[in-house]
């Protein structure tokens, strides 16, 4: 199959360098804000909505500090761009409790003491709910090798495993 | 670090998206970009356009063949993993996926682009050392600097970079077919000639045109394979590129001996490498331990090591033969 040259894309299909309207689905609000399409969904969190729960670690993909859902998936948003994330649903952090109440797995990790510094925490919170939705988090190992990506610098991994497997064993399934 | 400046197309099509790239010389697809961001923001790679694939309708996977199964470019490896006809078909590619990357990058990665990912070698990724993939004529920092993790298969006196994919390792040895829409129209791509090894000319790593984009992986009917299995050895435990990793679906027949044998190997090669070697010394002999590690010596044989890395030899043997044994038993 030849490719009709005359599909190419109009001067008005380009966005960017410079900065443009984008618009953003986080945690059930839309945002219209100016962004350079070389922005990251991450820099466009903390920077340009003042949503600073998410975090920057390695700002390469792989350290898990900056998991954030994608249409319910959970994703790293150093490595996702926001002009890609248009039309899509981001939930953050700043969106799993509700109406002033915990997260059951916000108060898993409180109660089970699972972290130190707590810069991966939010990160690893996102990942732990999105193991549960997936159904891999049968065994330890489950976990262990589900929650993987998501590095812990202080090494509360037995405490987050922890805070994991109780609300997977709560009655509401958490 | 921050990115340059980059302009940016949401392709609506495979026509559309291929009609941007192609037109732009300094331009480039974007998929999942598990590689492509980092490595734009690396400055390791440094297209000006990108063109975002992720809305085109290719993640599908369907039957085709009588039991092969066709996988949209853009079908993410947490999906193809667990996809019930992955993994009654193909298991070890089912866990070859699973034991590459983390969930997350897992959910965002394509098919078509582990495709396309690059080296983790390290000097390939600091954007300055001399690097004859990155900056042809540069030189090679690898050859004579850390290199315990560099190939040892496949190699040039310009490239030892490892290839990194896990799920490549299984479509080599289940030979796939990589099925493309270019400005010259479709191909088909049998895979191990998709893979280039770097001989003189590491920076061209797949014969593609610019702008021809992969659009499904097929993978053919192969009843041998729904036995298949991958075994990935790596530092950590979790979450690690390979050190060696082995992708094996073997037949043995009533008399004991090999009827059947696809062998491949990651972490050792500089593409992901099918062992064709040790699958010609194995094809009608006996099953055996002392087969299995002749068979592995005939694969190695050829190996191009470095005081750091020659260990990988050894520890690929053996885990060669600790594989088939335990296929075997």
Same mark, same amino acid.
């Given at each position: ?40 969904? *991450?820099?466009a *969190? ?13 700002d ?16 790293l948003s ?31 990790f409180i ?5 130190q510094?707590?810069?991966?925490t ?16 049968t ?7 589900h929650?993987?990506g998501n ?10 495993h ?13 | 670090?921050?990115m ?23 331009s480039?697809?974007?998929?999942g970009?598990?590689?492509?961001i980092? &490595? ?6 440094q ?10 309708p290719?993640t599908?996977?369907e ?8 996988i949209g470019a ?6 193809v993993?667990r ?14 996926? &699973? ?6 990058l ?6 078509g ?15 300055q ?13 690898? &050859? ?16 030892i ?17 990589i ?6 129209g ?13 001989a ?20 053919p ?5 729904r036995?298949?299995r ?16 082995v992708?094996?679906?073997m037949r ?5 001996n090999?009827?059947?044998?696809? &062998? ?11 062992a ?20 592995a ?9 470095t ?10 043997k ?11 038993s």
């Amino acid at each position: 199959m030849a490719i009709n040259q005359s599909t190419a894309p109009a001067e008005t299909g380009l966005r960017g360098p410079r900065g443009e309207p984008v618009t953003l689905d986080v945690n059930g609000a839309t945002y219209a804000i100016e962004l350079e399409p070389r922005v990251s969904l *991450l820099d466009a *969190l903390r920077d340009h909505l003042d949503m600073t729960g998410t975090k920057k670690g390695c700002d390469q993909g792989t350290c898990g500090a900056c998991t954030v859902w994608m249409d319910g998936r959970r994703v790293l948003s150093c490595l996702t761009l926001a002009y890609s994330c248009e039309g899509h649903q981001i939930a953050t952090i700043e969106g799993i409790a509700q109406d002033g109440e915990l997260h059951p797995m916000q108060q898993a990790f409180i109660d089970h003491d699972a972290f130190q510094c707590g810069y991966c925490t939010p990160g690893q919170i996102m990942s732990a709910i999105a193991l549960l939705r997936e159904g891999n988090a049968t065994t330890d190992a489950d976990i262990a090798e589900h929650m993987s990506g998501n590095i812990c610098r202080c090494q509360a991994y037995p405490n987050i495993h922890a805070a994991i497997r109780e609300v997977r064993d709560a009655d509401d399934g958490g | 670090m921050t990115m340059r400046p980059i302009t940016f197309f949401r392709a609506g099509s495979i026509d559309e998206a291929v009609a941007a790239v192609s037109s732009h010389p300094d331009s480039a697809f974007l998929a999942g970009g598990t590689t492509e961001i980092d &490595l734009l923001r690396l400055n390791v790679v440094q297209p000006t356009l990108l063109v975002d694939v992720n809305d085109l309708p290719l993640t599908y996977l369907e039957d085709v063949d009588d039991g092969g199964v066709r996988i949209g470019a853009m079908a993410r490896m947490s999906d193809v993993a667990r996809a019930p006809r992955i993994v009654e078909r193909y298991p070890g590619m089912s866990q070859a996926l &699973l034991l590459g990357a983390s969930e997350q990058l897992r959910n965002m990665a394509s098919m078509g682009g582990n495709m396309c990912q690059r080296t983790r070698c390290s000097y390939f990724r600091d954007g300055q050392s001399p690097c004859n993939k990155r900056e042809p004529g540069s030189g090679c920092s690898a &050859l004579t600097g850390i290199n315990r993790g560099h190939a040892v298969l496949g190699t040039s006196e310009q490239c030892i970079a490892t290839h990194p994919s896990d799920v490549a390792v299984a479509l080599v040895a289940l030979d796939a077919m990589i099925r493309t829409i270019g400005p010259d129209g479709t191909n088909a791509i049998p895979i191990e000639r998709f893979f280039l090894r770097p001989a003189d000319t590491p920076s061209i790593e797949h014969p593609l045109a610019h702008g021809e984009l992969i659009v499904a992986i097929d993978v053919p009917a192969l009843p041998v394979a729904r036995t298949s299995r991958y075994v990935k050895h790596r530092d950590r435990a979790s979450y690690e590129f390979a050190l060696v990793s082995v992708f094996s679906a073997m037949r043995v027949d009533d008399a004991g001996n090999v009827a059947e044998l696809r &062998l491949a190997l990651g972490g050792v090669g500089t593409v992901p490498w099918r062992a064709h070697r040790a699958e010609e010394a194995l094809i009608g002999r006996p099953a055996t331990p002392e087969n299995f590690a002749a068979a592995a010596d005939a694969e190695f044989a050829d190996a191009r090591t470095t005081p750091m890395n020659e260990f990988m030899v050894t520890f690929a043997k053996r885990a060669i033969v600790r594989e088939l044994s335990e296929v075997t038993s």
